[in-house]
């Protein structure tokens, strides 16, 4: 199932995306899809009634789609999660995920506008495969119990400013977390229509030019050791987004280090969770 929100920002209703491409009105199952929804059978309810018919269709024509969650409790990232990534930034093969958060306001939608900070002059991009939780999870016992608790899978971007991240502070957060650097969608997709989140395929181009193309089977940590280890330094929540790491061809690791500007339009997908497209101004 392909769970969305659409309508003007802070607007947004919950819907769903039937497999012709159409989109239901889920109004009437559920006020918002965020962690309570998840949390109480809220997709098992939406399924029911797409199965049961009568869910009002809503018309698509300059229709936004926002973020398919509503604000996450907390984004938690991994970085260097992609051998030829760490190889390309000149940092070794971590021996254990290397963890960082990242500001929960920065979600956007997968279309929407996203801004250069003021004073940048290294704003970066990374297509990432997000995990969203679906129930509240501790101490997870391995793989198997990991997977249980996935609610699903979306297309993450996380847009990063490298300066901000890497000279001004010993830690990450500084570039991460700027205004805008995470845009989400356009589909929450249930992990059992995702089937193996470690066979897909992950793409980003810049203007037209293919910078990223990298597949999810090439992690370090695979996703269902991600989900483990985390739980077992912190509680996860319903609704909390992990993003799990980018695949080579980031501007910090390319010639000539073409860091985005204003004006510039970025794509990207993910195989089966749909594609994004934004375009960057100036703060």
């Known amino acids: 199932m392909k769970l969305l929100r659409v309508g003007a920002p802070g607007e947004e209703r919950p819907a769903v995306r039937t497999d012709d491409g159409r989109l239901l009105d889920l109004s009437s199952v559920t006020r918002d899809i965020d962690g309570d929804f998840l949390a109480s059978g809220g997709v098992d309810r939406a399924r029911a009634a797409v199965v049961a018919g009568g869910l009002p269709e809503l018309d698509t024509d300059g229709l936004r789609i926002g973020a398919p969650l509503v604000r ?3 984004i938690i990232c991994v970085g260097l999660n992609y051998r030829d990534h760490a190889a390309e930034t000149g ?17 956007v939608g997968p279309y929407d506008e996203v801004l250069i900070p003021r004073g940048s002059v290294k704003t970066d991009w990374e297509v990432e495969l997000a995990v969203v939780i679906g129930r509240r999870a501790r101490y997870l016992d391995g ?12 297309i993450s971007h ?3 400013e490298r300066e901000f991240q890497l000279e001004y ?15 989400l969608g356009p589909w929450l997709v249930t ?27 090439d992690m370090i940590f695979p996703v269902d050791h991600i989900v483990s280890y985390l739980s077992q330094y912190m509680v996860l929540e319903p609704g909390d987004v992990i993003n799990t790491g980018t695949p080579a061809g980031v501007a910090l690791g390319l ?21 994004q497209r934004q375009t960057f101004t100036q703060a």
């Open 91 to 107: 940092a070794a093969i971590p021996p254990r995920p290397v963890v960082f958060m990242k500001d929960p306001g920065t979600v």
């Open 191 to 217: 992990a059992d229509e995702v089937g193996d989140p470690q066979d897909l395929g992950l793409h980003l181009s810049v203007n037209g030019v293919k910078r990223q193309d990298g597949r999810t089977g």
């Open 255 to 275: 010639p000539g280090t073409p860091f985005l500007r204003p004006g510039d339009t970025v794509e990207l997908s993910v195989d089966g969770l749909g594609s």
């Open 158 to 160: 996380d847009v990063s």
């Open 169 to 183: 502070s010993p830690q990450w957060d500084l570039g991460k977390s700027c205004e805008t650097f995470n845009p």
């Open 72 to 74: 996450p409790g907390k």
């Open 143 to 154: 793989p198997e119990a990991a997977r249980a608790v996935i609610a699903g899978y979306a």
